[in-house]
């Protein structure tokens, strides 16, 4: 960015975070803004950054209007001001000021980014808009099916509203009977959202998020944006998708291209997916809000010297450099999520320590309006899985929002933790492997070491494994860890269903009570003295599921009050019914039901098998458990061979251990 060099830029805002999308340490880049804790920490031996001391933040033109501001910029030689989104008033401050604004006019970005305006502004384009009309709320009428309406003015979601019923319209229509307001038909589907460049010659489209939006704990508003998750957008759109999206792109850049606009635009597009079609939902005219973390995002992919960020095409085109032969830096991954203010008291401090534990980055906010910014939570890679479904990565932040001990949501309390992870992480040398699956039905091998027949613990496989190595003379230290796996396999050394859960729920015990499983559970299948007896000294090796699933162990478990801890029995699947199996519960959260097993799958090949996760998603907490969403190996329904062999069960249940 060696053209800016000759130009002394000011980037005026009240949040701080808005402007860090440049190179702080370029000696013509300076900064305006709140003082606070964050902003003080970028600040930090910089003296091209003045932060404004006030009892609360104060807003852009309150920040060009306090006297220190005015000393700061009068300083500078040739002073250019940037503003997040320009206003009439603050307009009106620079030109008393004789300071040059690098911003398009504030009237016109009022005119693309208003509800009502932005149709009339588009014209014959508007019919991007889902079926969209204007008119006075008294004229608006109920035909039976849901709609949006919507005011002039909003923000972030507070001015939109799902119609649902003519009550909820009439009350409506008597409160504000001539108030103007749009109306569009009711999309259901996915939304996307992207920052755009308008320069002098064209419009740069660029990198597409999914748009995270309502989802509570964040908000209490469904329409209410919180956040951009790049890499799920990556994996969802395909070319016909893009060329839509690139076409609606186009025309907004052209529009605002004849009447001067230059730099940053965004826009909000719903994909409808019964559909496959792109509606324009609105247009963001002003820098979005995500464009400082989509550059920063950006300078940690850029390959060669033509390739810029968003942030530095946005200051070049308002400074009316060309961007030829300039392309913005293509990313594929990365997410960010808004904890937006409600009327709860919310421990903001304890949530941001706990999130920078997990490797977050965690901004924090001192506003106080409804709805506006607490917290903002970043990561380098993606948070959801799936359209309103996180992934791993975002449950940490689900888990830190609520404020919950990982037992509470995840069922990894101490040992229990370490158990799950330690038979994901079977450690060989320097390698690490997961456990593979080993069921004893076959060989049918009676009074062997519980290692040897699929019910050992994780420290046992090591040393077994250990063990036979040694006789064989093979040096696992120089093999690659699938080889690793190949030899477990190969010499019958892994975990099945009920051995894993045994030893999950033995270390659960003792986190609770301080005993041992074997301590609280009973064997009613050993019928004899005898057979009680080596059920006792043998127990992880004579506790089947059949044992865990019987009624003097565990009780049935109705599908709304599914905990942590709790586990899922099959009894009776297959296709000769006689094959039975169990997975523990790790978690809760969100209406998803996420589990663990061990377990083997015909498409698993020889090799390929063993501990891990699956998820259950609750449709219909009415209906029962097979009728939810299984999700297993990222296969549904029938490609989820889990599901069909719980489907094929005589009975499947939610079992909870008593006497815990």
Not at 15 to 20: G, M, V, Y
Not at 46 to 61: C, H, P, R, S, V
Not at 333 to 343: C, E, F, H, V
């Amino acid at each position: 960015m060696q053209k800016l060099l000759n130009k002394n830029i000011i980037y005026v805002t009240r949040d701080i975070e808005r402007a860090t999308g440049f190179d702080l340490s370029n000696p013509n880049y300076y900064i305006i803004s709140n003082s606070c804790d964050f902003a003080k920490q970028i600040a930090k031996d910089k003296n091209n950054i003045l932060l404004i001391e006030a009892e609360k933040q104060i807003d852009t033109w309150e920040l060009l209007e306090k006297s220190e501001s005015k000393n700061f910029i009068n300083k500078i030689i040739d002073p250019q001001i940037l503003v997040f989104k320009p206003t009439t008033q603050i307009e009106k401050i620079c030109a008393e000021n004789n300071w040059k604004l690098l911003n398009p006019s504030a009237t016109l970005a009022n005119k693309v980014e208003q509800k009502i305006s932005s149709v009339n502004w588009l014209a014959e384009d508007s019919k991007y808009f889902p079926d969209v009309q204007i008119d006075i709320c008294e004229n608006i009428k109920f035909n039976d099916k849901k709609f949006i309406l919507q005011f002039n003015q909003s923000h972030t979601g507070s001015g939109t509203m799902l119609i649902e019923s003519k009550k909820q319209l009439d009350e409506i229509k008597n409160k504000f009977p001539k108030r103007d307001c749009k109306t569009s038909r009711f999309v259901e589907g996915i939304l996307l959202t992207n920052n755009n460049v308008v320069t002098d010659k064209e419009t740069m489209l660029g990198n597409i998020n999914y748009q995270i939006t309502g989802l509570e704990p964040f908000t209490k508003n469904k329409f209410a944006t919180i956040g951009n998750d790049w890499g799920l957008a990556h994996k969802l759109l395909n070319e016909n998708l893009l060329k839509q999206y690139q076409e609606i792109v186009e025309a907004i850049g052209k529009r605002l291209r004849r009447e001067n606009w230059r730099g940053l635009f965004g826009v909000d597009i719903i994909w409808e997916t019964k559909t496959n079609k792109l509606y324009l939902i609105e247009i963001n005219a002003r820098q979005p809000a995500n464009t400082t973390f989509e550059s920063q995002l950006q300078m940690q992919n850029k390959k060669s010297e033509n390739e810029i960020t968003t942030f530095e095409a946005h200051l070049l085109a308002l400074l009316g450099e060309s961007l030829e032969n300039k392309k913005l830096i293509a990313i594929t991954d990365g997410a960010q999520i808004i904890l937006r203010k409600s009327q709860e008291n919310i421990d903001t401090e304890n949530i941001k320590s706990k999130l920078e534990k997990e490797n977050f980055i965690v901004i924090k906010y001192d506003n106080d309006k409804e709805n506006s910014d607490l917290l903002r939570i970043q990561s380098n890679s993606s948070i959801m899985k799936e359209h309103e479904k996180f992934n791993e990565n975002g449950t940490k932040i689900v888990r830190g929002m609520r404020n919950e001990e990982p037992s509470q949501t995840a069922g990894k309390q101490g040992m229990v933790s370490k158990m799950i992870e330690h038979y994901l992480n079977l450690k060989v040398g320097n390698t690490t492997i997961t456990c593979p699956y080993f069921n004893n039905r076959r060989s049918q091998i009676r009074g062997a070491l519980a290692v040897l027949i699929g019910k050992g613990s994780p420290e046992s496989i090591e040393e077994e494994l250990q063990i036979i190595s040694l006789k064989e003379k093979i040096d696992l230290g120089n093999l690659p860890a699938e080889k690793i796996k190949e030899f477990l396999v190969n010499n019958n050394l892994g975990v099945d269903c009920s051995g894993f859960v045994y030893h999950i729920l033995d270390a659960l015990t003792q986190d609770k009570k301080n005993k041992k499983l074997k301590q609280i559970i009973h064997f009613p299948l050993a019928k004899s003295v005898v057979r009680k007896m080596i059920a006792k000294l043998r127990p992880a090796e004579n506790c089947g599921v059949t044992t865990l699933a019987h009624e003097i162990n565990s009780k049935k478990i109705n599908l709304k009050e599914v905990e942590a801890n709790d586990f899922i029995i099959f009894l009776g699947s297959g296709p000769k019914q006689d094959y039975n199996h169990i997975m523990f519960v790790e978690s809760v959260t969100d209406k998803t039901i996420n589990y663990i097993h061990a377990y083997k799958w015909p498409s698993d090949g020889q090799y390929n098998h063993g501990v891990r996760r699956g998820q259950i998603e609750i449709i219909d907490e009415n209906k029962n458990i097979l009728e939810q969403k299984w999700l297993e190996q990222e296969k549904t329904a029938e490609n989820n061979w889990t599901w069909l062999q719980a489907k094929s069960a005589n009975e499947i249940f939610v079992g909870r251990l008593k006497n815990l």
